[in-house]
């Protein structure tokens, strides 16, 4: 086998601690993709960061060669360093908005790259090349604009144009730190296919990290699987999908393939969507008059039945934000939101209260969604002080308890710990957990599990499926993720620009979709 570079038995640990990545080899052949799968805290970014010393200050590197070119890139001094990064490999980061400079725009952004090495060329020349990139990562639209700042984009966007900088200068390897993670279904599939193509056509490797197997399966001809520090199996895409030897994988494998059981007799209808509109004026003129609308949701149907979970798929701007918002009456909608026979729309405010403890959301990022200066006690104390202010001190302590239980939680470890103090997971815990304490009948899940590793992902899901047993609760579940779409829905609802455009039984969108829409998305499950 020709390999571009090759890792050998790297070993990394911060100070005296214990190794972080341990003994790790990894050959990436010319022209291939190489994928590294885990979860947080596996090694695989520090792996792949180690390859042009861009490690944390802290990081030791005390064993290993990687040998780029027949040269040990460990033993290359700064500045020969800084002649291969951005040139001869290249890395595009999992979060394009943070990665581009704000002040600047894009267009002076891959200039600097080139310029970085290559000073000799003109100015002519840079206009040329920052045109033709533009074109090769399908931003043809911005060809006439390059002039522009990275957050007049979307997020599809902005990953073209790292990428387009990542291939400024025709790398030999180009690492993917998770350069789809923060991407809708659709982006995410152009964004591996884009990389697919230019591969193709340059002939270069890829070394892609990501803790999706899905994404991975879309995109690698080689993996290796990485926990607590180690490589523990590694072979070709079809052995570790078809053929996993170690435990983990068949584990990794399988959260992936989980499909949903099904139950008949869930005719309790507890919430009903009839007609339901969100349309937001477009006012012009110095009178204000309305002179168009955006139609955020347009004529939607469908109805909830208890302990049923209905999943919501759709791209950026298909409207689920607006759909969630108007059943939570967060905003103005029209047609009917009945909820228990009472319809939403209708209600008064000063009787809405009531209601609302019946309906709670728990959202994609529980670190923005819980308050950094309340503890554990007062996050979930809040909702109660607000609905059961005739508790007892004691009663509330005990309801707490039994919550924190539920949830996987310790109250005595746990109570009085602020939100930075857990990990991702437990956030999420502690998220569902001050939702459930209201003991409501629908939950509704925004994303509430895309920004977890794959093993902490399939855990939340299960809590979740044991609580909606427990509690006959609804849930509403939006993700952009299929796998985890169909691991947890009874009826799958696809939404695309405001319309409904496929709803039915998640075994007949899954089996004989109707729309090309869904039969693209579901394209992306493993």
Partial sequence: MNNLLSIK???????????????????IPKGETVAIVGESGSGKTLSALSILKLLPTNAIIKNGSIIFNDKDLLKLPQNKIEKIRG????????????????????????????????????????????????????????MNRPNIYSYELSGGQRQRVMIAMSIANNPDLLIADEPTTALDVTVQQQILALLNKIQEERKMSILFISHDLGVVNEIADYIYVMKEGKIIEHGKKDQIFYNPQDAYTKQLVSFQNKIRKHEENKEVEILKIKDLKVWYPIKKGIFKKTVDYVKAIDVINFTLNQKETLGIVGESGSGKTSLVLAILKLITSSGKIEFDKIDLNLVKKNKLKSIRKNIQIVFQDPYSSLSPRMNVEEILNEGMDVHFPKYSVSEKKQILKDILKETGMNYERDYNKYPHEFSGGQRQRIAIARALILKPKILILDEPTSALDITIQNQILDLLQNLQEKYS?????ISHDMNV????????????????????SAEKVFNKPKDEYTKKLISSVV
């Fill in 87 to 142: 040139n001869k490999i290249s890395t595009i980061f999992q979060e394009p908005m943070s990665s581009l400079n704000p002040l600047h725009k894009i267009d002076k952004q891959i200039k600097e790259i080139i310029t970085t090495h290559n000073n000799k060329v003109n100015s002519e020349e840079l206009n040329q090349s920052v045109l033709k990139l533009l074109k090769e990562v399908n931003l043809d639209n911005l």
């Fill in 485 to 504: 779409i169909r691991s947890v829905s009874d009826k799958i609802l696809v939404l695309k620009k405001g319309k409904l455009i496929e709803y039915n």
């Fill in 9 to 27: 038995n790297l070993t990394i640990n911060f100070k005296e601690n214990q190794n972080v990545v341990d003994n790790v080899s990894i050959d």
């Fill in 473 to 477: 609760l609804s849930y509403i579940f």
